[in-house]
């Protein structure tokens, strides 16, 4: 395994969300590299267990290693100077989808907190919401959606670049405010298209 600060927070959020009996939906994990920039990015998405495929509500995840960070954490790692904190960029797309009607806005917003809980001493705020509209191709069914997106970025400071374990305290309060939120949202009076598989319950 890879030793490097960006693959212990892939791990440390991982652990967060499976302890909190997330499910991750099958083949939407994805790392990639900006072969231009630089930047690395971890992508993954869970919903809530025995939703089936497509879940009725979903959580997209988004790590992204900035190249500027990458040469911070080079010049700590291997002259122990650091000149400027390396960040990692974090992003959480809250989704209801296989929706029957177009949903009210304001009712999800306000089932929604304004920001995350602290993960070291950062918060993700709230952004407005995004509503969609896809159809089929012979235009027989409409489904819609509605997304929330909260984003910010966590500071690594000298400690938790010396000891990543750091890394699984300051997360873990993601994997259960995730949960709590997506039930949340399931909750809502909102009519849905059945699943395409019930997969299992």
Do not use: C, K
Request: proline share 7%; charged share 30%.
């Amino acid at each position: 395994m890879l030793d490097h600060v960006f693959t212990d927070a892939i791990g440390a959020l991982r652990d967060a969300l499976e302890q909190a009996m997330l499910e991750r939906q099958a083949f939407e994990e994805r790392f990639q590299s900006d072969v231009l920039l630089g930047d690395l990015t971890w992508e993954t998405s869970y919903g809530l267990p025995g939703e089936g495929n497509p879940p009725r509500v979903r959580a997209d995840l988004t790590l992204d290693w900035p190249t500027w960070s990458q040469t911070a954490y080079r010049s700590w790692y291997i002259e122990e100077e650091l000149p400027e904190l390396p960040r990692i960029d974090i992003e959480v797309v809250l989704r209801i989808q296989r929706l029957v009607a177009p949903p009210d806005p304001r009712t999800v917003l306000d089932a929604l907190s304004p920001e995350s809980p602290a993960i070291g001493g950062e918060r993700l705020r709230r952004s407005g919401p995004t509503v969609e509209a896809v159809s089929n191709d012979d235009l027989t069914e409409t489904e819609h959606a509605i997304e929330v997106t909260y984003d910010g970025s966590y500071e690594l400071d000298e400690s938790t670049l010396a000891d990543g374990s750091t890394l699984d305290d300051h997360f873990s309060a993601m994997g259960g405010w995730i949960t709590s939120t997506l039930v949340r949202l399931g909750d809502l009076r909102f009519e849905f298209l059945p699943p395409l598989d019930r997969g299992e319950v």
